[in-house]
């Protein structure tokens, strides 16, 4: 542990402890456990350490995630191709690079994210540190609101994430506690019906990533995720759909899940995915253009915005937000234009 702890100290801010880190805590039975979530429970282990050494050297080699050897489908391109995928990794470093550690704080808490821009929410919405703290202000809001969503204060990825039905306050001890790193409530989105029609059960969400340069502020490559089964969120890592988006017309042009599967349709509803414009798409991409003004010391932010029927509303920001909804839905590398962009940083 001491020496973890004196070479990460050595190479801290040099975007290699991004990585030291990923693989250290990923090392040895990780790369099984995605292997196994990737290809199912009748993998050889012959297989598994045959793959396991390809994820390792696609790791060293290209700064991969080891689940982005399956997303990117590693086997199948050739060393140009996989080198114009921009992997996870190397994004976490670029955003930490220009955006403050303060904003990076500010959007890791949804509660500080709601304070910052609570405007934009339009809902009603109660940020609980504790029991001690604000029970009294969670009770009122269940009063207020019996059915609500919960969200942790600094999970990611849709998980912690339940809805609360028909409560009343005297469970608000109760729920408050099952969050020991604090919550978030909120009064549900009613989305419009042209998003429930394709997926009803969760809040089907668009991501607009602002990046602020110095001749202006752009728009990259914004994409819509739908949710998948009976879930309640549509975070690709619990199983929704990526759906890159036309940034000119609304239009999604290619879909696929985490996993890397392609889709024309929603397998659930059936839903037509390709070709499926979003409603009121210009509203979306101006308000993602004017959240990024009010805060505009964090330069790059995925905004996850939600279309209700009285307008686009503000679901959270993402301070780190993922590069894989700019490159899984079509299979293309962002690198090239990546690096256009950093040299208008």
């Not at 739908?226 to 000119?248: H, T, W």
């Amino acid at each position: 542990m001491k020496l973890f702890s004196s070479l990460h100290q050595k190479i801290e801010g040099t975007g290699l402890d991004t990585l030291y880190i990923y693989y250290h805590r990923h090392r040895g039975r990780g790369r099984e456990a995605v292997i196994r979530d990737y290809l199912g429970d009748n993998v050889s282990e012959k297989e598994i350490k045959r793959i396991s050494r390809r994820m390792r050297y696609a790791f060293l080699r290209y700064g991969w995630k080891f689940d982005e050897y399956f997303e990117w489908h590693f086997e199948e391109l050739t060393h140009k191709e996989r080198k114009s995928f921009v992997p996870d990794l190397h994004k976490d470093y670029f955003c930490d690079m220009i955006n403050p550690k303060q904003g990076i704080k500010v959007f890791m808490d949804k509660g500080l994210t709601y304070l910052k821009f609570k405007p934009f929410y339009k809902r009603d919405v109660c940020a609980v540190k504790s029991w001690e703290k604000d029970g009294s202000a969670f009770a009122d809001f269940i009063h207020r609101h019996p059915t609500f969503i919960v969200k942790p204060l600094t999970a990611s990825m849709g998980n912690g994430v339940q809805i609360f039905r028909d409560s009343n306050a005297s469970a608000a001890e109760d729920i408050c506690k099952s969050y020991p790193e604090g919550l978030i409530a909120e009064e549900l989105i009613e989305q419009v019906d042209e998003l429930k029609e394709v997926f009803p059960h969760s809040v089907n969400t668009v991501r607009i990533t602002t990046l602020i340069l110095k001749d202006g502020t752009v728009i990259l490559h914004p994409f819509i995720r739908f949710g998948r089964g009976e879930n309640i969120v549509d975070n690709g890592g619990q199983g929704g759909l990526f759906c890159a988006i036309d940034p000119a017309t609304g239009r999604v042009t290619a879909v696929r899940d985490k996993h890397s599967r392609a889709f024309e349709q929603h397998p659930e509803t059936g839903h037509q995915l390709i070709g499926f414009t979003v409603p009121r798409w210009k509203d979306a991409c101006d308000l993602a253009l004017q959240l990024a003004q009010v805060y505009p010391e964090c330069r790059y932010v995925g905004w996850d915005l939600a279309l209700t029927n009285d307008g686009w509303v503000m679901v959270e920001g993402n301070s780190r937000g993922q590069f894989i909804g700019f490159q899984l839905p079509a299979l293309k590398g962002f690198r090239s234009e990546f690096e256009q962009l950093k040299s208008r940083l």
